[in-house]
């Protein structure tokens, strides 16, 4: 940025920054931002200001807008919108590559198609997803025009102003009203409220919807009359423009003084004014500048792997094409050397061919052009339908609605979807995912006594439902009727007085940031940043100390019914790194004291050593109460005296007003004062899991998907969580913890527990090490790396050295060992490196789901992103993939959605390039008979409708439909799930099948007509074979052949996949009989000039034989494939499948038996039933809901097949006496 040369000299005496005397250049990198107040000249001197378009400008800066204050967030203008979408539609290689072909079909010596067959299919599909950026882009045209042009209220010469916002100007001051969005990022100046106070709302920036308050520093405060404001003319520098939405640093100068800026004086963009009749404000940031726009930058685009793999595939069909294409290439060379030469009278070359080797060059492109439908430009577009249709299947989903929150489930990608069906590992957060979210205030430690356990009059401690009533508030007029507490002695030493009680209380009054709102006199609302907050003010307001009201310098609280206003000095603020938040108070007798809240494992270390046998009892409690699952918190005090706080003031001051590192200059001033603090209790706070969360994580794992819980809470609270949630249990072999603080000792932890693992797996491997297996776990999920089942828990301060470069491999090998892995007191950096980490190594598909700013970067950095819509705001569903209200809607999401997604694309992808090598590969045949002169067997209009009308609509119904066994049985057996984790159903082994079984079929499309067609006559007995004949017998055999194919894929038959295969058939003979008939001859007579010729060539019963053995002869090794598959190897979904049919006959048997028994017959005809009964199911428990385990071991043991069971049975019955005594009974 340039900055101006001249400086007041006042403000360089008051300490102006050295970078001031530094000229830096006109256009790049901005360094700091600065804005004067009410003065446009001098603002419009850096460019950020300017009104209008802007000088050219470096690639740097592209996306900064002309106009300051104008957003764009549109991509398009009339004139660009066809060149740029054309351009950037033609960033995709499939669509250059179509293309390129397209260009070589131009060219009349090596095309042998007409150019539409190649431009139709590439412009329909440029046209529909042009279609879909334009109106796209048409709303954001219209949500950007909506925006810009609200009108905002502008302090301009003197005078407020009606502006709109595109044209409000950085260092503008601007006034707000209630209700009133915030045009740009603005320093709060005044305010109708007292002492510059102003409540916004913020739930387009975080999704939060609780009021947060914002102060003007005191110098400007006064500022609210327009004459004084119009004089204003303080300057502003600070940081450059960024995307943090919680950090602001800068500088006020003034008046030959400065003033240091943070977060708290500052209203960006996107805010909403809450309960603030006016404030002004000076603009800092505008338009692309501010932080709401800074953070509306595109997530990385994500690929599944079916996606990647697809890419490789194209790329070895290409190949595939080039080869073939050589090979006809020199066919056609050797063909025209030693044949084509003695026809030339006849077959003249054209005059650019002068040898049989050019020949056979122009006929090599001429085979690209004709086999190029092995990839056809429809598969992109059909892949992209499906992944449509499954995102809408999510979004209508009914069980995955909450009716509570009127929230259905949203598949915010449409790109992801089949990769649900591959997942093996879940990172999870827990609190607001695992857990509801919601606070209830349930024990506390006070002066070494516990508190909120009930005892009955044995002395045990007394359960829920054995608990006398709630303990009665009826004393206090402003107490919260919907808090419950159980222990009543707790609530006696309040009324008793007793000064430790007393000071407990009042901390959790004082020490938090909640703001009060009274709607009417005596009925309170809290509005807290967090639940854990809200939940301790109600507690101690419940308990007589209320929290009452605060301005900027004071808190109001009504102690046991006395208003006592206390003066808030300080307030040392919480965040991730401190993991605690101090006040600072003077109360009315002076007497200053700091108050302080915060994680134990940071506090306990900052008592003073008089206190340590009041701490050892508080951390028995602590234990205790993390042992139940409960989040805890510990409280201490310390008394300051009026000298040492002026002097540490002084310090805090010098830190604020830093111009670098402002943020590790006071967190150093806070450690300091933060030290040698008096213990006063602990506070619990129950946390309740979500409904359905046990079952959806035991169906989970028993699905082979691993979860991992990554959470910020202490380690015994999360491994009580565990046990409550089954991700650890009783039965496990064992629970390693991990909990070294050096690098020694976490290594060393890891390695015993590996070496355990490894003990036990030698003694029971069968001759295998631990290592070999480990190798070969690979190849199969179902195969465990060790015997036995083992749980990981890692505190943050291990796992900080256990991601260290030299010993993840070690970590990760540990925990993917274990069947769960929890991570205590990590950070939300530390969740997103544990997800990168097995990304980098497993190659696994990896989902992680949270609900809170704290996981945003673990759901953007798995594969799979969901956010919970909870308590903590929506900043995690922002950044997700998919997203619900509860927890337990993973199970579906995963095991019926992702699972089917899986299935269909799969079957999908299978079926698509079968067709399309059947279709394409008989022209390779047909070059060896035609002399290689690259003809085409089919006419020109089928190979153009092929792909698009006649085989279009039959696959895609498959991929959106189809499903191998109903929702329920997929939820009953999550071992389904695991071929997808295997990637067993579509992968290079299952590829080179469909492309085997397409070469087949083309061998016999081609050579069985071929042959007919050799000796075959008419009814006239005329000779049948000429090339149209040839070409529509073969177009016939390969649409019926297709068809019928597509029906035994087919797993799940709907009324709409009836409709498009049949009527694609239908559509097929009404478009050939139409080509070949009078009337388009009559339009058209250059283009249809065979006329009658379908008409007479399906008029011959030759030719219908030839098409059904054609079928026959194609079909007829697939069903004989499937069948054997079936009886000699059947997998789990046909085991589902075959009970499926079990229990309708015996549902039927049952029907069948009840009405028979209604003729009044008491004789039974059980004995001479006529066929084996269900005994042997019955006994055997496949009949009923097989379990998991149970059936993944049935269907594993691929030389005793259920058939081979059954007929293994009937044959061992029919050598038994009572078999053969059946048997004249059934004669």
């Avoid at 007041?8 to 920054?17: N, Q, S």
Wanted: charged fraction near 20%.
């Amino acid at each position: 940025m340039t900055v101006p040369k001249e400086m007041p000299e006042k403000w360089a005496r008051a300490g102006a920054p050295p970078s001031w005397s530094r000229k830096k250049p006109s256009w790049g990198t901005e360094e700091e931002r600065r804005a004067r107040a009410n003065d446009r000249e001098y603002n419009e001197k850096f460019q950020y200001a300017v009104r209008g378009p802007r000088p050219p400008v470096p690639s740097s800066w592209v996306g900064k807008e002309g106009q300051s204050n104008c957003i764009k967030t549109s991509k398009y203008n009339i004139l660009t919108f066809l060149p740029v979408n054309l351009f950037e539609q033609f960033q995709e290689v499939a669509n250059t590559y179509f293309l390129f072909l397209l260009i070589l079909q131009l060219i009349p010596q090596i095309s042998s198609l007409s150019w539409f067959t190649t431009i139709v299919p590439l412009v329909l599909v440029l046209t529909i997803t042009a279609v879909k950026d334009a109106t796209d882009d048409y709303f954001r045209h219209k949500s950007d025009n909506q925006v810009n042009n609200r009108q905002s209220q502008v302090l301009i010469n003197g005078i407020l102003q009606q502006e709109q916002w595109m044209n409000v100007c950085v260092g503008d001051i601007i006034k707000l009203e209630n209700n009133q969005f915030v045009a740009a990022d603005l320093l709060l100046l005044s305010s109708s409220e007292p002492h510059g106070l102003c409540y916004i709302e913020t739930a387009e920036l975080d999704g939060e919807t609780n009021m947060k308050v914002r102060q003007a520093i005191p110098v400007t405060s006064e500022l609210g009359d327009i004459s004084k404001l119009a004089k204003f003319d303080g300057e502003v520098i600070c940081e450059p423009p960024n995307n943090k939405l919680d950090k602001f640093s800068g500088t006020l100068y003034w008046k030959e003084n400065k003033f240091p800026l943070s977060n708290q004086n500052m209203l960006l963009r996107g805010c909403v004014l809450r309960n603030t009749e006016w404030c002004f404000g000076l603009v800092i940031f505008a338009g692309p500048d501010t932080k709401l726009m800074q953070n509306s930058g595109r997530t990385k685009f994500k690929r599944t792997s079916i996606d990647r793999l697809m890419n490789t595939l194209v790329l070895w069909i290409f190949g595939f094409l080039v080869c073939m294409g050589v090979i006809l290439a020199i066919g056609n060379a050797i063909w025209e050397h030693e044949v084509g030469t003695r026809f030339q009278v006849y077959l003249p070359w054209d005059e650019a061919v002068d040898s049989a080797f050019f020949s056979g060059f122009l006929s090599f492109w001429s085979y690209i052009i004709i086999l190029n439908t092995v990839v056809p430009i429809s598969l992109y577009v059909s892949v992209e339908v499906i992944r449509l249709g499954h995102s809408y299947f999510i979004n209508w989903d009914k069980k995955m609605f909450c009716m509570k929150k009127r929230t259905p489930a949203e598949a915010r990608t449409t790109t992801l979807n089949e990769e649900l069906g591959q997942v093996e590992y879940i990172f999870s957060d827990k609190t607001g995912t695992l857990t509801q979210n919601i606070m209830v205030f349930n024990k506390c430690s006070i002066n070494g006594r516990s508190y909120g356990d009930v005892f009955d009059v044995l002395g045990h401690k007394a359960e829920l439902g054995e608990r006398p009533e709630p303990v009665d508030f009826s004393f206090n007029p402003l107490a919260d009727k919907k808090f419950l507490f159980w222990d009543p002695t707790l609530l006696e030493a309040v009324k008793m007085g007793d000064p430790h009680t007393h000071e407990f209380f009042r901390l959790l009054s004082l020490c938090h940031t909640v703001m009060s709102e009274e709607k009417s006199e005596g009925e309170l609302y809290y509005k807290a940043q967090s639940p854990d907050e809200g939940a301790l003010v109600t507690a101690a307001r419940n308990f007589g100390f209320v929290f009452r009201s605060r301005t900027p310098k004071t808190i109001t609280v009504h102690e046991m019914g006395t208003a006592i206003t206390y003066q808030l000095l300080a307030i040392l603020d919480f965040n991730n790194i401190r993991k605690r938040m101090s006040v600072i108070v003077r109360n009315p007798e002076g007497k200053i004291r700091l108050y302080c809240k915060g994680a134990d494992t940071i506090l306990l270390d900052r008592l003073h050593h008089s206190t340590q046998e009041l701490l050892n009892t508080t951390t028995d409690h602590l234990n205790e109460y993390a042992g139940e699952g409960l989040r805890t918190l510990v409280l201490a005090y310390k008394d300051l005296d009026e000298e040492y706080y002026e002097e540490w003031a002084g310090r805090r001051l010098q830190a604020s007003l830093a111009q670098d590192s402002r943020d590790d200059r006071l967190a150093s001033v806070y450690e300091e004062v933060e030290s040698d603090m008096m213990l006063l209790g602990a506070t619990a706070i129950e946390d309740k899991l979500q409904q359905g969360v046990p079952e959806t994580i035991a169906l989970l794992t028993l699905a082979n998907i691993k979860i991992w819980v990554l959470t910020g809470d202490k380690q015994e609270t999360a491994v009580n969580i565990g046990y409550s949630c089954k991700m650890l249990t009783d039965d496990m072999t064992e629970v390693f913890i991990v909990t070294g603080h050096t690098v020694l000792e976490v290594r060393e932890e890891l390695r015993k527990a590996r070496e355990k693992m490894m003990d036990s797996s030698r003694a029971v491997g069968n001759g295998f090490t631990y290592q070999e297996k480990l190798s070969s776990s690979r190849l199969s999920s179902v195969l465990e790396a060790v015997a036995g089942e083992y749980a990981l828990v890692i505190n943050g301060h291990s796992l900080a050295h256990a991601l260290e470069a030299d010993m993840e491999l070690e970590f990760l090998e540990t925990a993917c060992a274990c069947k769960a892995v929890i991570c205590c007191r990590v950070t939300p950096l530390q969740k997103a490196q544990v997800v990168e980490l097995v990304k980098k190594y497993k190659k696994a598909v990896t989902l992680a789901i949270g609900d809170g700013a704290n996981d945003v970067s673990m759901i953007k950095t798995a594969h799979i992103g969901v956010g919970i819509s909870g308590q903590e705001g929506i900043q995690a569903v922002l950044a997700s993939d998919y997203s619900f209200s509860q927890f337990k809607f993973l199970q579906r999401l995963l095991l019926v959605h992702g699972r089917w997604s899986y299935l269909r694309m799969c079957k999908f992808l299978c079926y698509f390039f079968y067709k399309n090598f059947a279709f394409t590969m008989v022209h390779f045949w047909f070059g060896f008979f035609c002399g290689f002169s690259a003809q085409t067997v089919y006419d020109q209009y089928f190979i153009t409708l092929y792909n698009i009308v006649y085989t279009s609509l039959p696959v895609l119904a498959m991929g959106v439909f189809d499903q191998d066994v109903p929702e329920q049985r997929s939820m009953e057996y999550p071992k389904l799930y695991e071929p997808g984790q295997l990637n067993l159903l579509f992968n290079k082994r299952e590829f080179f099948i469909c492309i085997a079984q397409g070469i087949y079929t083309s061998v016999l499309m081609f050579f069985i007509p071929y042959g007919v067609f050799a000796e075959a006559t008419r009814d006239d007995g005329t000779q049948l074979a000429d090339y149209q004949s040839f070409a529509v017998t073969v177009a016939t055999s390969l649409v019926i052949v297709v068809s019928v194919q597509i029906g035994l894929d087919t797993g799940y038959w709907t009324a709409i996949n009836h409709f498009f295969i049949w009527g694609s058939l239908a559509v097929y003979f009404a478009i050939l009989f139409a080509m070949h008939s009078n009337g388009l001859f009559d339009m058209f007579p250059n283009q249809f000039r065979f006329v009658g010729n379908a008409q007479n060539t399906l008029a011959q019963p030759t030719v219908w034989l030839t098409i059904v053995l054609t079928t026959v002869v194609c079909i007829m090794p697939v069903v004989a494939f499937r069948f054997l598959r079936l009886n000699l190897k059947p997998d789990l979904s046909d085991t589902v499948r075959y009970t499926q049919l079990v229990r309708k006959k015996q549902k039927a048997q049952h029907r069948c038996m009840r009405r028979v028994g209604r003729t009044g017959s008491r004789r039974s005809g059980y004995a001479f039933s006529h066929q084996e009964g269900f005994g042997e199911l019955i006994m055997s428990g496949k009949n009923m809901r097989l379990s998991s385990l149970a059936l993944s071991s049935f269907t594993t043991r691929s030389s005793s097949s259920w058939i081979e069971s059954l007929r293994r049975k009937k044959s061992d019955s029919a050598s038994s006496p009572s078999g053969g005594a059946d048997k004249p009974l059934k004669g």
